[in-house]
């Protein structure tokens, strides 16, 4: 029993999602229950996966394939625990999309990774997303990512913000990407990421203080 | 024209593969474009232009076949001249074998006086065009406007008054001389419009404008193989349609292939180079179809992943070798070439950002790149510094000279002059010999006061400055000095029609003036 969820800590470090989402119907079906396959093998392996990144050991491409077996997994696990009232503990639910009138999404993707691998419940919206669409998720996430690399994507920014703001002040509101910056992010009255490896700890450190 | 040349980047049968290669993207994938009228131009030069897909809105997939490819390359000229703003000025010809600089722009700035980052303001732009003005080496102004006005671009009063898209334009012009390239990031028709209307207020008329341009506007793409323009009503305009705002007043458009290596173009360099010329050539067609003949510029705006922090990197070694590849296949199609390395990686001025800048420098002129641009930038163009500007100024003197070649002119040789002189045992020299007063000028780089020849003993007597410290130093003693040579009725017309605009949008008396007031150097 043990051994399917060590190689399923492997495979996430591997970033292989076929062979995770193997491993992780096979813990299944032999009983282990869906929490522990997250608990004793997803999540460990994600734990390595964000040392090794830390240390150098591995880079993003790696990092792009256990977010990607992160999401297969979950959603298998989902499947699994169906009507039950457990759920994955994730750090939180967080909601991403490049926002209205800008369509680049690779700086968008590697947030949504970063968070992914970090113990985020990731919910990505897409590009061109606009501040109606954000405001249809708001109420299912502690926080919500607004990435923009067009300098005119501010105003889309801005607009997003002041519709989900005032409506779900506790959600986190974090804006990224080479539109922006902390001045920004300060006279929006929200957080600010300056690169993708330091999102998921912003988030994480604010939500912390939330609950609190 | 210089003469210093890097060979075998690419052999021409590697080129040949690369072209093979980009048009057959073209043929089987395509290329995705969303403005209406760009694609009725891709329609007219006899491309299959697909079915509109859900998103993003008024897309659609464009293919290709090499004829039409064929036939628009043959249509773009292979030189043109862009004018400066002044009488006076530098001409830049495009694709006559000479190598010319710009600056760039940053979202930020460190600030000479304090030496914190800080935003940039409007304030800034005006400086930051003087001291351009000013440095014999750059010879167009970028200005990177939206960037360096955070007080004007990101203030209710400003965007509600529509005048970013002015003031941006007016700005630079009105303090240097120089040809213009711009990215034109305006949110409105409007503001379009009046950008093109101040530059063809720079060359005389619209029509002037169209016979001799004064400016050229950047064009990028989202990687891969899209160009795309607003997509609802009301949003704000995008590339597609300052390209098409821009080509209607005759404006030559640089097309900056955009991919970044690992993430929006394949990991391997010539993937990327594939990528970035088909990206090129599927707007060359749009545009030769538009206005047959009508000058374009093989841009690049190419970088590599930072497989670490996901950011873009410019200059990294890889990046370079994208960049080279693709000045070559611009070389291959007998095209004008610009890099826009944009900026380097470093954040701040420091020996990194020397080295950088340098290697960039060199390895462009070498490669022939008509125009390099990035002058001033740092961090990936989210930083700018003045003293860069000066560093960047005194490098790329020495680059300038350096591709230029040994001149092997008649009198290049002097055997005259050396049977004459005789022997160094014997006390003879060179220096007294008018053949030396008469060439050491262009025979020798003239060094700056930038450049530190100290003896160790001399320069701990004079501080121990850094080069840093001297650029600053001749950056304050050039702003105090240098007064650009705009004539006093271009000045007239530029804030003649901001101040129409200002009425336009019904800005009058002491609020028009406080705006005005922010257009003139208070040094």
């Given at each position: 029993?043990?051994?399917?969820?060590?190689?399923?800590?492997?495979?996430?470090?591997?970033?292989?999602?076929?062979?995770?989402?193997?491993?992780?119907?096979?813990?299944?079906?032999?009983?282990?229950?869906?929490?522990?396959?997250?608990?004793?093998?997803?999540?460990?392996?994600?734990?390595r996966?964000?040392?090794?990144?830390?240390?150098?050991?591995?880079?993003?491409?790696?990092?792009?394939g256990?977010?990607?077996a992160?999401?297969?997994?979950?959603?298998?696990?989902?499947?699994?625990?169906?009507?039950?009232?457990?759920?994955?503990?994730?750090?939180?639910?967080?909601?991403?999309?490049s926002?209205?009138?800008?369509?680049?999404?690779?700086?968008?993707?590697?947030?949504?990774?970063?968070?992914?691998?970090?113990?985020?419940?990731?919910?990505?919206?897409?590009?061109?997303?606009?501040p109606?669409?954000?405001?249809?998720?708001?109420?299912?996430?502690?926080?919500?990512?607004?990435?923009?690399?067009?300098?005119?994507?501010t105003?889309?920014?801005?607009?997003?913000?002041?519709?989900?703001?005032?409506?779900?002040?506790?959600?986190?509101?974090?804006?990224?990407?080479?539109?922006?910056?902390?001045?920004?992010?300060?006279?929006?009255?929200?957080?600010?990421?300056?690169?993708?490896?330091?999102?998921?700890?912003?988030?994480?450190?604010?939500?912390?203080?939330?609950r609190? | 024209?210089?003469?210093?040349?890097?060979?075998?980047?690419?052999t021409?049968?590697?080129?040949?593969?690369?072209?093979?290669?980009?048009?057959?993207?073209?043929?089987?994938?395509?290329?995705?474009?969303?403005?209406?009228?760009?694609?009725?131009?891709?329609?007219?030069?006899?491309?299959?232009?697909?079915?509109?897909?859900?998103?993003?809105?008024?897309?659609?997939?464009?293919?290709?076949?090499?004829?039409?490819?064929?036939?628009?390359l043959?249509?773009?000229?292979?030189?043109?001249?862009?004018?400066?703003?002044?009488?006076?000025?530098?001409?830049?010809?495009?694709?006559?074998?000479?190598?010319?600089?710009?600056?760039?722009?940053?979202?930020?700035?460190?600030?000479?006086?304090?030496?914190?980052?800080?935003?940039?303001?409007?304030?800034?732009?005006?400086?930051?065009?003087?001291?351009?003005?000013?440095?014999?080496?750059?010879?167009?102004?970028?200005?990177?406007?939206?960037?360096?006005?955070?007080d004007?671009?990101?203030?209710?009063?400003?965007?509600?008054?529509?005048?970013?898209?002015?003031?941006?334009?007016?700005?630079?012009?009105?303090?240097?001389?120089?040809?213009?390239?711009?990215?034109?990031?305006?949110?409105?028709?409007?503001?379009?419009?009046?950008?093109?209307?101040?530059?063809?207020?720079?060359?005389?008329?619209?029509?002037?404008?169209?016979?001799?341009?004064?400016?050229?506007?950047?064009?990028?793409?989202?990687?891969?193989?899209s160009?795309?323009?607003?997509?609802?009503?009301?949003?704000?305009?995008?590339?597609?349609?300052?390209?098409?705002?821009?080509?209607?007043?005759?404006?030559?458009?640089?097309?900056?292939?955009?991919?970044?290596?690992?993430?929006?173009?394949?990991?391997?360099?010539?993937?990327?180079?594939?990528?970035?010329?088909?990206?090129?050539?599927?707007?060359?067609?749009?545009?030769?179809?538009?206005?047959?003949?009508?000058?374009?510029?093989?841009?690049?705006?190419?970088?590599?992943?930072?497989?670490?922090?996901?950011?873009?990197?410019?200059?990294?070694?890889?990046?370079?070798?994208?960049?080279?590849?693709l000045?070559?296949?611009?070389?291959?199609?007998?095209?004008?070439?610009?890099?826009?390395?944009?900026?380097?990686?470093?954040v701040?001025?420091?020996?990194?950002?020397?080295?950088e800048?340098?290697?960039?420098?060199?390895?462009?002129?070498?490669?022939?790149?008509?125009?390099?641009?990035s002058?001033?930038?740092?961090?990936?163009?989210?930083?700018?510094?003045?003293?860069?500007?000066?560093?960047?100024?005194e490098?790329?003197?020495?680059?300038?000279?350096?591709?230029?070649?040994?001149?092997?002119?008649?009198?290049?040789?002097?055997?005259?002059?050396?049977?004459?002189?005789?022997?160094?045992?014997?006390?003879?020299?060179?220096?007294?010999?008018?053949?030396?007063?008469?060439?050491?000028k262009?025979?020798?780089?003239?060094?700056?006061?930038?450049?530190?020849?100290?003896?160790?003993?001399?320069?701990?007597?004079?501080?121990?400055?850094?080069?840093?410290?001297?650029?600053?130093?001749?950056?304050r003693?050039?702003?105090?000095?240098?007064?650009?040579?705009?004539?006093?009725?271009?000045?007239?017309?530029?804030?003649?029609?901001?101040?129409?605009?200002?009425?336009?949008?019904?800005?009058?008396?002491?609020?028009?003036?406080?705006?005005?007031?922010?257009?003139?150097?208070?040094?």
């Amino acid at each position: 029993m043990e051994e399917i969820l060590k190689q399923l800590q492997d495979s996430m470090y591997e970033g292989n999602r076929v062979e995770s989402e193997r491993l992780a119907r096979e813990a299944l079906s032999s009983g282990i229950e869906p929490l522990k396959v997250i608990e004793k093998g997803m999540k460990p392996g994600l734990t390595r996966v964000g040392d090794a990144f830390e240390t150098g050991a591995l880079f993003l491409p790696e990092l792009v394939g256990a977010g990607d077996a992160a999401l297969a997994v979950g959603n298998i696990i989902d499947e699994a625990l169906g009507e039950r009232k457990e759920t994955i503990p994730y750090k939180g639910t967080f909601a991403i999309g490049s926002v209205k009138g800008d369509i680049h999404t690779i700086g968008k993707g590697i947030v949504a990774t970063m968070m992914r691998v970090n113990g985020f419940k990731v919910i990505d919206l897409g590009v061109d997303v606009s501040p109606e669409e954000f405001l249809e998720v708001a109420d299912k996430v502690e926080a919500i990512g607004l990435s923009g690399l067009l300098s005119l994507s501010t105003k889309s920014m801005e607009e997003t913000i002041k519709k989900v703001s005032p409506k779900y002040p506790d959600v986190l509101i974090i804006i990224g990407g080479a539109a922006v910056d902390p001045a920004l992010a300060k006279a929006f009255g929200v957080l600010y990421g300056a690169d993708a490896a330091s999102a998921p700890r912003i988030v994480e450190e604010n939500i912390k203080q939330r609950r609190q | 024209m210089t003469k210093l040349r890097i060979e075998g980047v690419l052999t021409e049968s590697e080129r040949e593969r690369i072209h093979r290669s980009a048009v057959t993207l073209l043929e089987k994938l395509g290329f995705m474009c969303n403005h209406p009228g760009i694609l009725e131009a891709f329609r007219q030069a006899g491309c299959e232009v697909g079915d509109e897909i859900a998103k993003p809105k008024g897309a659609r997939v464009v293919t290709f076949t090499e004829e039409i490819i064929s036939d628009a390359l043959n249509k773009a000229p292979s030189q043109f001249t862009l004018y400066p703003i002044a009488p006076g000025y530098r001409e830049i010809k495009f694709g006559s074998g000479e190598v010319y600089f710009a600056t760039t722009g940053s979202n930020s700035l460190w600030d000479i006086e304090t030496g914190e980052l800080r935003d940039a303001v409007l304030s800034d732009f005006v400086t930051g065009s003087r001291l351009i003005d000013a440095l014999e080496n750059f010879d167009a102004n970028m200005g990177y406007p939206h960037y360096w006005m955070y007080d004007v671009a990101r203030m209710d009063e400003y965007e509600k008054y529509g005048l970013v898209g002015a003031l941006m334009n007016a700005v630079p012009m009105l303090h240097c001389g120089k040809a213009q390239i711009r990215v034109f990031e305006c949110s409105t028709e409007q503001e379009l419009t009046d950008n093109l209307n101040l530059w063809a207020i720079t060359a005389g008329g619209k029509e002037a404008f169209r016979r001799k341009p004064t400016g050229a506007i950047m064009v990028c793409f989202t990687s891969p193989l899209s160009l795309i323009g607003r997509t609802e009503p009301g949003e704000p305009l995008g590339w597609a349609d300052w390209l098409w705002g821009g080509l209607n007043a005759g404006v030559p458009f640089v097309i900056k292939p955009s991919g970044i290596i690992g993430a929006s173009s394949p990991v391997t360099v010539a993937g990327s180079i594939v990528q970035g010329v088909a990206e090129i050539l599927a707007t060359l067609v749009a545009i030769q179809a538009i206005i047959p003949g009508h000058p374009i510029v093989f841009g690049d705006f190419t970088g590599s992943l930072d497989m670490i922090t996901g950011g873009k990197g410019n200059c990294n070694p890889e990046a370079l070798l994208l960049h080279l590849g693709l000045d070559s296949m611009a070389h291959y199609y007998s095209k004008p070439s610009l890099w826009f390395p944009g900026s380097i990686n470093a954040v701040g001025v420091d020996s990194q950002a020397a080295w950088e800048h340098a290697e960039t420098y060199l390895l462009a002129s070498l490669a022939g790149v008509n125009m390099t641009m990035s002058s001033g930038g740092l961090g990936q163009g989210m930083a700018g510094d003045y003293r860069q500007y000066l560093v960047d100024n005194e490098i790329i003197g020495t680059v300038k000279h350096i591709v230029k070649g040994i001149n092997m002119n008649e009198e290049a040789i002097p055997l005259d002059l050396m049977i004459d002189t005789g022997f160094g045992a014997l006390g003879a020299n060179f220096l007294g010999s008018e053949h030396t007063r008469r060439l050491y000028k262009t025979e020798m780089w003239r060094r700056s006061s930038l450049t530190n020849t100290l003896t160790w003993d001399a320069w701990k007597a004079q501080g121990k400055k850094t080069l840093w410290d001297r650029a600053g130093e001749r950056a304050r003693e050039l702003l105090k000095k240098h007064k650009p040579d705009i004539p006093e009725g271009l000045q007239q017309e530029i804030r003649g029609y901001l101040l129409q605009a200002l009425e336009r949008e019904g800005v009058k008396g002491d609020q028009a003036k406080r705006i005005m007031d922010k257009t003139y150097w208070n040094g």
